[in-house]
């Protein structure tokens, strides 16, 4: 028998920031399963093919009883995470970042319902990115600019080889641009890294700095860039000389570009450290044409930034106890409330915070009724006591994403979901009703 | 053999990325991330044969990992783990009041211990869950 194969192009890939939106996906449409990904990286032909029904998907929702789950209705489980949310007096709504724009609206209608703590997974990753923008602003622009003009890219702290593997190639080493003609030669790449990574391997300079040191390298570069001679013969393990050269080389180009990533956000000083690479981007202006943009990890982690402050004014740890959103990363994030044992309920939204917190905040999360919305098996889902099985979005369901740039782009359908999943959308719209009815609103 | 003031970073890599893609509940996902990479001069050190199982220790936890040799190297002094359940077993859960934990930069310690069992990803998370 002939397969019946159903061709999409242009498909925009739901793995990282870079949000490629050239993928071809091959679905067998008896068997609706993905049959073939091209253009796509590794890790994103791996998401296409893991949304296969395999015995590790969801396709049914799921009540753990007496420790094993038993599946039940779409109405059962929904009045069984309604009644742990309601019940609970300060409950927290995490994640979101690997999910569409207008679910995410609607999980920001649900915490200020629930007056639950609301958060993205910006908060473990590129939140002191947001902290720093706040603080300084943020000299930045869109990824086709780079392709286009810049002949110098900085990547600081960040390893794309491995995060972002399409990045180089369509937006900022190997990719020709407008007045880039000849692509990688026409580029001057400098990594900064503790490690001589796989993107130093192929950089034109490698800066080996030592960790979590950032700060007072950023802060060298800065003095020496307003012209000031520094004492001593090292900063961050980097040579006086070496640092010079680094300096003449940015002032020198004719568009530059930064882009950072975990090495600056995730090691000590944190937004310190952003806050000042943004300085020095701006204080390379007075040279030359010289913009910085973070590398944001999850798809859709921008766009759960814009949506939670179109809709709140804050882009991540909002506290809606007061019954209006309030701001204060430290407090009101994820692994903090988590760590001082204040949730006693989470809700969880395409997320594997089980994974990805430090063990002392998942110690806690484990102390209290967890709901997860999720389409595979996680050491979060596994443990949770509801499973609301998904649609992918960008696979499953079409839907609205953000790229690292903030370029919003609309994500495609390829096959439909597999077994009862809904979209997290429609889960969320539902959960907001039956938690409505049991508040009696 | 053990290894004291190594500096532990946690880190994204390519097959940590895929893993977590194809399956976090997998043994793929012990092979892609379980694993901790060492400067190739440090690794002689430890006097063992990569792979041999590790514990790595720091102020805030401890857990048993595999060792390999860096292919990013050199980096002498410094080891990594893949971002994912083993490394936030060890990290620093403090954000400095800024919402974001310091996932790098850890002082560590390092053993091998031979006969070491790592564990899967639902193994080692269900360790945190009350009797």
Known sequence: MVEKINTTTDVVCPFCGTLCDDLEVDVDIKENKVVEVRNGCQIGTKKFFASNPSDHRYEKPLIKDNGSFKEVSWDEALNKAADILVKAKRPLLYGFSSTECEAQGKGVELAEVLGAVLDNTASVCHGPSLLAIQDVGAPTSTLGEYKNRADLIVFWGCNPVHAHPRHLSRYSEFVRGYFRKDGRNDRFIIVVDPRNTHTAQIADLFVQINPSEDYELLNAIRAILRGTELDGKEVSGVQMENIIELVNKLKTCNFGVIFFGMGLTQSLSHHRNVDAAICLTRELNDYTKFLLTPMRGHYNVAGANQVFTWQTGYSYSIDFSKGYPRYNPGEFSSVDVLIRNEIDASLIVASDPASNFPAAAVKNMFKHPLISIEPHHTPTSVNADVILPPAIAGIECEGTAYRMDSVPIRLRKVKDAPGECLTDKEILERLVEVVKKKKGE | ?131
């Open chain 2, 1 to 131: 053999m053990s290894m004291n003031n190594l500096i532990l970073i946690t880190c994204r890599t390519i097959d940590q990325g895929v893993a977590l893609e194809g399956g976090k509940v997998s043994r793929e996902s012990v092979r892609a991330a379980a694993i901790c990479a060492f400067d190739k001069e440090d690794f002689k050190k430890l006097d063992c044969l990569v792979g041999t199982p590790i514990k790595v220790a720091t102020d805030f936890g401890e857990v048993l990992v595999y060792s390999t040799i860096s292919e990013e190297g050199p980096h002498p002094g410094i080891i990594f783990i893949p971002m994912g359940p083993w490394a936030n077993q060890v990290v620093n859960p403090d954000s400095q009041s800024c919402g974001t934990p310091t996932y790098k930069g850890m002082k560590a310690t390092v053993e091998a211990i031979p006969i070491g069992k790592v564990l899967g990803a639902v193994e080692l998370i269900n360790t945190l869950k009350e009797a």
